[in-house]
């Protein structure tokens, strides 16, 4: 049976850890914290996996087959490394590591070793996401014209990273996986209200085609809000996250554009309005599905859709975002 | 008595004839449109005023003392100029003019003839933005943070303007009236998905202190959205005009910074969450305050807030934003 | 052409005067109210009609083929009374008459002289409650389990009439278009905070099958409420008139009563849950179809599906629930 | 250090029993279930505590100083009385029992023997609640006049209550904890749609004065709504239990009577329209509170909100509501 270790038991390793306990193809064989308290808590609830401070003994037992590193970004890249290294399957969470290099070499680590590489973009797994990406497949969108993404509340200040790498790794990661093609180019312009980094910022992209994405994260807003519009020329989509039910609303709208407007002032579009529905979505804990389609992963070699490339592809747009952010929005080509 | 003369008589043109034609302080005495059936309706419900073609007769009227100009964005500028040089105050529709240049034309030579010239701001008169302004006079929200706007909705596509000049004028007004400092510099993406014009645009704007604005207008919304977030430094607004009551929330949220953050590690800032509240709000219909406050501008001298120079404001974040819309998101210094 | 005659200038009257004026199949002839500064108001804006104080002689006027009356309740007997008697058709605000015994009356006069009789039951003309009603026709719902209806509101307090008489003859005229069997019983509990007549009611009705019918009507309510849950044993809805669009939401959900329990503790049921949708509306102005309407019946001898009967039907159980009122919520047998 | 006893691992149970597990003044020494699977379960999670299949063994425990009751709710009263005879001391999920004679019975016992018997009656201890109940003591509301409940979502269909017994003790439990006083009557209608049992009841309550309370319980309803309308002379609240924040809102909206109206038509009553607030609220897990408490009124003897009374208070109204029922709405005097 698969052996997992999970490596990082702070605010989303327990969830990891919770999860792949209780699945039953795999076991959870050991886990790991440099804080004692939050490991002892862990280890209390879950004792038949050894708890260790050291990642790297984690990473060396011969029992641990894979690992989920809950880490702080900027360490995702030297754990994942090392467990590459040591021929185990890794799971990281979002974002895959903090700069396109980084994410690079653990992509080409996995392939040339044959090992499962994915990331935890969450969002991908959940009933809304994948109900929207089968309503674009399906195309009942028609042709995609914008992305527009709002993720803000108040909290959490991170003291390592700015709201850009926190937030929008979730945007991206749904957008990336919604939308095929690469951005031609990114701008992104934030703004520092207190400490070091960017508490609120906002990023756009354009397509090749007629396609805009943008995205708005806040670490500053009196109000919770995940909502996302996209607009395609057939239907457009209301995404909103915090909806208690009926999270995905598919609208039957759209405009019919005029070629002939010669004789007309005003009638360059006629508008279509029909019905809106909003479809039955699956309830499944999306992290749940995370785990579970790593172990496919592993076992079976079914490639998981947030595989390295998956990450590779949201870590590329941050950094180019965050290198836009420091010239107050220049275009950054991808 | 004062004698108002209205030009245009399409979507805008007939609320303010209401609007003048209610109020005992003045009197409705000529209305223009070139379109006779327009012109025609018009005439049976206001026999009293004279109806014609010609908008340079009714502004050569002796028995117009006054002119509202509610026509296509182009012709403000001729037509408030004629206005103007023959003698009679002028109201408006929004924006001002088309151009910075024209712009300053007008207030140059409303202030030299001591002629009223002041344009129809009409959310600048609405309860909601006049309780935001006493909110923000007496110092609750603290430093200004950010302002952010978003005014979606499918169609009405225009077929002279882009959205920005179509929908941005709103969002603009009302920051230029709560925030009396003028933006460094400018940033405009949009995208053209139907015809010549941009359909939807996101504005950027920076200050010289903290602050950034952020407008997002589009025409091909599904949903009908009119929001705006405020956010100080003490308290932060959430203000939907879309709400059948309580359309402006103030909530007493913000973080405080801490300075020493040696020995920890995430605690940057500590949160605050009070009370929310919700003020009430005068229902007045605003045009009916636009047009109230212009008599008392002609025949009592008060300078109306939308007077030309915040007409001017308007414009020239208006001009800057499509330059820098031409240019994909340059900045465009002020 | 037919000549349309308006008695009631009041709250209502002036929207049923505007829209006999906007339509060409019909010319409005007089107007009726008692209040000198009303009716000069109406005069103003429709000079082509007589302004008369005297109902009787609007009715006498041989221009007059129709009369609609938007008065106080208690004066509509007497006034259609006396139009039916005058040969004129007969269009009613809501409701029919204060009494059983009246409507009938009114009902047999119209039938015996062949004139046109119609209630102005607003609702049932709107795009929602046709909707609802084809949605029905169609079996989507399968058997009707419960209708129940919330209508509440801070004011207006009325005089002359209680809440009951005052709100619930819309949800009535709702309920009996889209339920054709008449309830077995009705009971009515309410609450009288100020004044002479209750301010807060309860309805409740039931039905010979398993239908079960409620309304709720308030005065002194904080918020506005108008929203209506309409459980079938496929398929349930939620109407909600204010909201600004989407406004009935047709839910695909609902129990699978399972026949043998005896091995299992709680599966009483099974539960279904499948998409939602919200049909597209037409957003007709009611009152204008009202009018039409009413215009095809005395035209066309079309039918109009708020005739005199429909009225009656609201009426007695308006009668109905009251009795129960006034005996604290006793059963009263229909 | 307190003994603490669970029986029943079901829905509930569990729950109360990771509170106890997670306070650091008592020790969970027992737990109970029928069920060998729920059972061990627990036991896995916290092998600390004796797992029996028991109950009577459970309470005979000397370990056991206090028992927590999570049965369906015809267990309660032996068990309770059971615990109680051995001289334990007992929380009991809501209803405290199914009938008012064996709830009688419990609140004697406990009161005879000094034992400590306390309610689930979870939603007292929840910060909504506590605050309403805050802003009455300190007469903002001023006189009450109605006390309005919603609750209804679609299932969970009980095998052996109805819908008033499992939905209503929510909201009569909050009812009774804010209003002081004993409704004088009470009257209740309802359907049985599939089974035996009804799945929708109205339940209304007249009190000495003015004020009226009306619940509306439903497990047939295709959305989720927990809303109370509480009116009052001063202020009214809007409480919306569902409601991500803000989840109650205080209106200070109200009406003057005016005495003399003889001159005037309607203006029976003025309105007055002031702001809205929304107080901030303590996020604590309500069970936990309850779970602290009980431990205080144990250890400190002092009273709990919740006491036996309370919990009998609750049972009453369920047990007229529950005759008036089978009467379909007869007034069943308290």
Redesign the interface.
Known sequence: MLGIGVIGCGYWGPNVIRNFASIEECELRAVCDLDPERLGGIHR?YPAARATADALALIADPAVDAVAICTPIHTHFPLAHAALEAGKHVLVEKPLTDSVETAEALVEMAEDRGLTLQVDHTFVYGGAVRKIREIIDEGQLGDL??F?S?R?N??????NVNVLWDLAPHDLSIMTHLIDRQPRWV?A???????KHEN?A?L?M?FDD???A?L?V?W?????LRST?I?G?QR???YDD?A???KV?V???G?T?NAD?SSR??A??D?R????????LDNTEPLNRVCRVFIDAVERGIRPPTDGLAGLRVVRLLEAGQQSLRK??E?IAL
């Open positions: 609830r014209l914008y527009d709002v803000v108040l909290g959490l200040f991170q003291s701008s312009i934030g703004s520092t209200h207190y400490g609120l906002y756009t354009k007629m396609l805009i943008h708005h806040n500053l807003a009196p109000v919770k519009l607009g020329s457009m989509i209301v915090l208690p039910s009926e609303l609208y039957d709208k405009i554009h407007v002032n005003r360059l579009v508008y309005v029909g019905d809106m529905y909003a479809p039955h107050n929005g275009q």
